[in-house]
Structure formats: C-alpha cells, structure tokens
C-alpha cells in the first residue's frame, strides 16, 4: 500500500517545542521533493515548508521561517518538520506531501500523508 | 505576495456541470494543480499543470489557464464529488507555494 505517514503531533503548551516525522512506505522519498503543509480547524491548506531531494534546498513561508525547520533522513526515508516557539496559531493539522519531481519547485502534490494533529494550548 | 481567489461555493444537480474558478494576476503564465479534499479526508491531486490529470482520476475532471483565471469542470457531477477543491501555485517571485482559499462543491 502507497502512504505516506505523519507522526509526532500532540497537546503542546505554548512556547515549546514540537517535532514532526514523515515516513514512506511503497514509496519512496529519497528523490523528491517533499513538503509540509497544515491546515487550521475548519480552514483552508497553508503550505509551510519544502526541501529538496538531497536536503540541499530548503523553502519556507515567510510566518514560520526561523521557528520550524525542515530536514531529512535519506538512510531512515524520513523527512522531518522541528517547530519552536509554538503558539496557539500553530494549532492545526500537519500535512506531509511528496512533491512530483527532485526540487520542491513549481510541481504539484501527488501523495499525501492523512496527517498529525498538534494542539498548542495557552 | 501572490495571491489566489476562488469563490467559496459552488452547486451543481447530479449529472450537470461544475465549474470553479481560480484567480490570480497573470495565472495563465503559471501551472495550477487542483486537489479535492473530501470531508474529514487529506487532499488529493485531481489535474496537475493546468489540465492533466493523474491517473486514477475521472476523464469528468478538466482543467484549463489563462491570462488571470484557471478553471476546473466536473463534466457529470456524482455525490462523492462532494468535497473542498484548492488551486495551488508555485509564485517564483517569493519563493512560496500559495494555495486559492477554497470552493465547496455542494451536489443538489
């Protein structure tokens, strides 16, 4: 079976840290670009971030540069989203997708993750 | 920052057409791709560069670009059409992915 599959989302107060994991199975990751995008309770898709298929390249909205950071794991074909500096805002669902070719640039979203909830409370 | 709009809702009797739009400064110079993201459910690629569709999904899905709107048609809308529809594109002036804030298609 072809999925991708979040995981690492919770309860977390406000300021702290949380950090998201996005592993593949039936597919690979390794040569394409992969992103990160979330989704507020009952509101639209927000792309977050993207990093390309040798981690060399990373893009990020300008809302969460600095706080979260994107990586990968090419030996584990995981890819992970680190999020500090968390705040109520943060509160959404956590989307990974995998990008249609090897740099996360103008290409569409052909495999997405059924996503990870993180709640950030005050 | 480039920004995408689409209508918030649109309706159509089984068996008619669907037609969204999404709008944007000079879209036509860029590829839309469309996902379909039912209730509860993660998004799902439904045309990718302006009009081609993955496979897997319905020839009923058909998308076009130009000038400063996309459009996506659902020919022969059925029930499970029912779902929030997001354009998506690459702005190369930001460095972002941006998507359209989203049309519900409600089925009659």
């Known amino acids: 079976q072809v999925q991708l599959v979040e995981s690492g989302g919770g309860v977390v107060q406000t300021g702290k840290s949380l950090r998201l994991s996005c592993a593949a199975s039936?597919?690979?990751?390794?040569?394409?670009?992969i992103h990160w995008v979330r989704q507020a309770p009952g509101k639209g898709l927000e792309w977050l971030a993207a990093i390309s298929f040798d981690g060399i390249k990373k893009y990020y909205r300008d809302s969460v540069r600095g706080r979260f950071t994107i990586s990968r794991d090419k030996s584990k074909n995981t890819v992970s989203l680190q999020m500090n500096s968390l705040t109520t805002d943060d509160t959404s669902i956590y989307y990974c997708a995998r990008g249609s070719d090897s740099v996360p640039v103008a290409t569409a979203f052909d495999y997405w993750g059924q996503g990870t909830l993180v709640t950030v409370s005050s | 920052s480039f920004v995408l709009t689409q209508p918030p809702s649109v309706s159509a009797a089984p068996g008619k057409t669907a037609m969204m739009t999404c709008g944007g400064n000079n879209v036509g110079t860029k590829s839309v791709h469309w996902y379909q993201q039912r209730p509860g459910q993660a998004p799902v690629l439904v045309i990718y560069?302006?009009?081609d569709r993955p496979s897997g999904i319905p020839e009923r899905f058909s998308g076009s670009n130009s000038g400063n709107t996309a459009t996506l048609t659902i020919s022969g809308v059925e029930a499970g059409d029912e779902a929030d529809y997001y354009c998506?594109?690459?702005?190369?002036?930001?460095?972002?992915?941006?998507f359209g804030s989203g049309t519900k298609v409600t089925v009659l």
């Open positions: 998506q594109v690459w702005d190369s002036s930001s460095d972002h992915y941006v």
């Open positions: 560069n302006d009009s």
């Open positions: 039936g597919l690979t990751l390794s040569n394409y670009g």
